[in-house]
T-cell receptor, first 118, second 113 residues
């Protein structure tokens, strides 16, 4: 069975510091991977996605993530944190079948709450 | 451009009461999903519908039923609410036949007392 693990339920950084949110997946076949962000009392918004085209993926708001098959990881980074980045971040995996069709069911990690201090 | 719309946004139920959460999408997506979000547990899939006319259980289906009314609408019903069903519920949709992201509604915050 596929699973997603996010290391660290809470991460705190200073404004301007590097943001690193960790995500590891476990499945025999590399899945497609996503990072979502959730601001308070809102739904989930897609930050970026990995669909095997390129291992370094750039998303919105200056975030990027690198897929590393050897480490089964898809960590999210941002060089310089901004106060507006404070939110909860979810890593998710999507199992993919032959021909690029998806089974459609996302498996989510537990979430990481990012706090940004002035 | 509405996307995925959920109603209601907030609801308080007494134990044993029933209610239906409504979800509609206007993106012509084939697949729709219901997730629940609980602190420290991420989002867990309750039920999904790969296409109109089909529904399947997800990870945590007990205590819930669903109806895929048509291609646009996918409802979630709690027949006899329990305090353990206090949660935030999200509906989502995606294109089934291409690998793409799911789009989420704004959520329904349900409290069962």
């Amino acid at each position: 069975a596929q699973s997603v693990t996010q290391l660290g339920s809470h991460v705190s950084v200073s404004e301007g510091a590097l943001v690193l949110l960790r995500c590891n997946y476990s499945s025999s076949v590399p899945p497609y991977l996503f990072w979502y962000v959730q601001y308070p009392n809102q739904g989930l918004q897609l930050l970026l996605k990995y669909t095997s085209a390129a291992t370094l993926v750039k998303g919105i708001n200056g975030f990027e993530a690198e897929f590393k098959k050897s480490e089964t990881s898809f960590h999210l980074t941002k060089p310089s944190a901004h106060m507006s980045d404070a939110a909860e971040y979810f890593c998710a995996a999507l199992r993919v079948g032959a021909g690029g069709t998806s089974y459609g069911k996302l498996t989510f990690g537990q979430g990481t709450i990012l706090t940004v201090h002035p | 451009n509405a996307g995925v719309t959920q109603t209601p946004k907030f609801q308080v139920l007494k134990t044993g009461q029933s209610m239906t959460l409504q979800c509609a999408q206007d993106m012509n997506h084939n697949s729709m999903y219901w997730y629940r979000q609980d602190p420290g547990m991420g989002l867990r899939l309750i039920y999904y519908s790969a296409s109109e006319g089909t529904t399947d259980k997800g990870e945590v289906p007990n205590g819930y039923n669903v109806s895929r009314l048509n291609k646009r609408e996918f409802s979630l019903r709690l027949e006899s609410a329990a305090p353990s069903q206090t949660s935030v519920y999200f509906c989502a949709s995606s294109i089934r036949d291409r690998v793409t992201e799911a789009f989420f509604g704004q959520g329904t915050r349900l409290t069962v007392v």
